[in-house]
């Protein structure tokens, strides 16, 4: 903070009046608002080499005629500089209205035109003032670079959302698909994160921030990134408007083949649908950040329109069983769902994907156990001879008629709130007669008295299913 405040003094002659933290979106760049004699944006980075690359692209990018905000003044050890305050209205936070109602009026998709119809001259006019070598952390879009991002989609959102999968037949088809990726490359510049939230408006103008990690790569990739962004939510009649803007301004420079390019184009959307779901896995399974989590399900229900099933039938078929989980069904409830789920303590408690931490888990393991005997040992609490053992041998009767009554009264209050969420975890040794049973009766308790819609998972069984809400 120090020294941003003093490249400010000797900037302009006078320390900030104020400084006060912007928030960031998942980078490890910290952003502040600097106010007083001019009002800037002073930036602290972690790397000098991602600043070399900023402030170089930043310079390549006005020669070309591309508006970017300028660089003032940067700090002697390169960490920490100063930039153009482009305010806080992004082209995201201007279709706000449109993603909500789901209709994009004229004037906002002749905004998104203008916007992709500038993308164009930043491809094919910073190569000509640029030099590469600068690039962070690496100047080519190559098989090195995909992979690392077709790794972060198994890594951090399959093993984050913890489903089974064959990671054989996984790599198998990464494989092809990295290969298609890269079978056709102008080489221009890859802007990389070529989307609504890192485009400001200043009096209806575009402005372009967050370019930092570019590259040498393909034309598709960044159109591909913005028309594609799942959380823009942007209509088919929008999306298919931004490519014909597009490609009449792609024409002043190459001559593309339609039917070629939307092929491509389609196989970069499910490629970056792909790593955002990485990011979206590490940001909100890991991270816990409820914004990420709250993004998936849209993104999955694009890539399963989009992935050609012929070319890649593991990877579509892994995305559409994903798309069923109950954690993602229930996001797209604006109504209260009841998750319900029975597990077993070897395992650990079940996590709450809402991030809100609302509701309860109930311990089971007090309850006389049928698992001690043989007759039930390979049963679970949705066998008969199970159910027959706990009404008549053990107190479960009672516990839960405790447990109804501290559920039927957070569902009745949160009903009354507008809350979406609630969850309510079983537990017991092994997650399969005690806690089974449990959960059975609560959500069917839950159901029948409150008429919401409840999501019964039993982790140790694999079963899931889904109590319609009452209408």
Same mark, same amino acid.
């Given at each position: ?74 700090? /002697?050890? #390169?960490?920490? +500089? ?9 082209? +995201? ?193 890991? #991270? ?32 559409? #069983? ?37 509701? @309860? ?27 027959? @053992?706990? #009404? ?15 559920? /039927? ?63």
């Amino acid at each position: 903070m120090e020294k941003l405040k003093n490249l400010y003094n000797n900037e302009f002659g006078s320390e900030p009046q104020s400084v006060v933290r912007l928030t960031g979106d998942g980078s490890n760049r910290v952003y502040y608002r600097m106010i007083g004699v001019a009002d800037v944006i002073g930036v602290v980075g972690t790397s000098v080499e991602e600043n070399r690359a900023f402030i170089a692209l930043s310079r390549a990018m006005q020669e070309c005629g591309v508006a970017v905000p300028a660089v003032i003044a940067v700090s /002697d050890d #390169e960490l920490c +500089y100063i930039q153009d305050d482009l305010g806080d209205v992004s082209l +995201y936070g201007a279709m706000t209205s449109a993603r909500e109602n789901g209709v994009f009026k004229t004037e906002d998709v002749e905004c998104l035109c203008r916007v992709v119809a500038e993308l164009p001259k930043i491809q094919f006019g910073v190569p000509v003032h640029f030099d590469f070598s600068l690039c962070y952390p690496v100047s080519d879009f190559n098989e090195r670079t995909v992979m690392w991002d077709l790794n972060y989609f198994k890594y951090c959102f399959l093993k984050g959302v913890g489903v089974e999968f064959n990671e054989n037949r996984l790599e198998d088809e990464f494989v092809k698909l990295t290969k298609m990726l890269l079978s056709d490359n102008d080489n221009v510049f890859l802007y990389r994160d070529f989307q609504s939230r890192n485009v400001m408006l200043q009096d209806g103008k575009p402005f372009f921030i967050d370019f930092q990690g570019g590259r040498r790569g393909p034309i598709y990739y960044d159109i591909a990134s913005f028309v594609g962004q799942a959380r823009a939510k942007y209509t088919a009649a929008a999306v298919s408007s931004m490519i014909d803007a597009y490609l009449d301004a792609l024409a002043a420079y190459k001559s593309v083949d339609r039917v070629r390019f939307m092929k491509m184009l389609q196989l970069f959307r499910v490629f970056r649908l792909l790593q955002n779901l990485g990011a979206y896995g590490y940001r909100g399974l890991f #991270e816990r950040k409820k914004a990420f989590v709250e993004s998936i399900p849209a993104a999955l229900g694009q890539l399963g329109v989009l992935i050609d099933s012929g070319e890649f039938p593991y990877l579509s078929s892994l995305v559409e #069983e994903i798309a069923m989980q109950p954690m993602f069904v229930r996001l797209e409830s604006k109504e209260l769902v009841v998750d319900v789920v029975s597990f077993s303590y070897k395992r650990g408690i079940p996590d709450d994907i809402s991030g809100n931490g609302g509701g @309860f888990v109930f311990d089971c393991r007090a309850i006389h156990n049928p698992g001690r005997y043989e007759p039930y040992k390979k049963l679970t609490g949705m066998d008969e001879p199970v159910i027959k @053992f706990l #009404e008549t041998e053990s107190n479960i009767a009672e516990f839960l008629e405790n447990a109804y009554a501290l559920v /039927d009264n957070m569902v009745d209050t949160y009903k009354k709130r507008g809350f979406t969420h609630v969850q309510v975890c079983c537990g017991c040794t092994g997650g399969q007669h005690r806690s089974v049973y449990s959960a059975e009766h609560i959500a069917r308790h839950v159901a029948d008295k409150f008429g919401v819609k409840v999501i019964v998972t039993h982790k140790m069984q694999g079963v899931h299913y889904v109590i319609e809400a009452k209408t």
